[in-house]
């Protein structure tokens, strides 16, 4: 398993939309069927910022599983990554 892509929500938002409309609706019901066909699958990441309880930062993590898929992924999707 190679090193996950973390994004901001806002990032994912713009990026979302734009894999919807590339893939069908069904790749993204399936975890299966997403790491089969784009590589990766998405969650969500928690992670506690200071010593008060509740208090925690979130984003989103594409775990990728195939290198090959990951570039490719980040050849075809970088604009939407970097520039959103």
Do not use: V
Request: contains cysteine; glycine residues 2%.
């Amino acid at each position: 398993m190679s090193k996950p892509i973390i994004l901001r929500h806002e990032q994912w938002y713009y990026l979302g939309r734009k894999l919807k409309e590339d893939y069908p609706e069904s790749t993204f019901l399936l975890r299966n069927r997403m790491k089969e066909q784009l590589g990766f699958t998405i969650r969500e990441h928690r992670e506690d910022i200071s010593l008060k309880p509740y208090a925690c930062r979130t984003s989103i993590r594409l775990d990728f599983y195939d290198e090959r898929k990951r570039t490719f992924f980040l050849l075809k999707y970088s604009d939407y990554i970097t520039s959103k």
